[in-house]
């Protein structure tokens, strides 16, 4: 049975940092692209960002330059920094894996923006 934990959410100031964790287990970690969503009342969910098995990554335009996907096999974790942190960022964060037709989801980790 594959499970993912999200943790590091929180409340953060504007213009702060944050490192969202997602930890992995069940599964063959390393062979799974990983990916971060949000979801916010007010918005559609939204694509974060990925990292594929080969390092290939994406970004949404709205977090380019500001968040970093990144990935720790050996511990079947996987990150996302957070930086420049502004309330449009406010949102519940969930981490995905995902290979071929299989894609399992973290209960999600909330994430507020506020001063």
């Known amino acids: 049975q594959v499970q993912l934990v999200e943790s590091g959410g929180g409340l953060v100031q504007p213009r702060g940092s944050l490192i969202l964790s997602c930890t992995a287990s069940?599964?063959?970690?390393?062979?799974?692209?990983v990916g971060w969503y949000r979801q916010s009342p007010e918005k559609q969910r939204e694509l974060v960002a990925t990292?594929?098995?080969?390092?290939?990554?994406y970004y949404a335009d709205s977090v380019k330059g500001r968040f970093t996907i990144s990935r720790d096999n050996n511990l079947n974790t996987a990150y996302l920094q957070m930086n420049s942190l502004n309330s449009e960022d406010t949102a519940v964060y969930y981490c995905t894996i995902e290979r071929n037709s299989d894609k399992y989801w973290g209960q999600g980790i909330q994430v507020t923006i506020s001063s």
């Open positions: 990292l594929s098995p080969i390092r290939t990554t």
């Open positions: 069940g599964a063959v970690f390393w062979a799974y692209t």
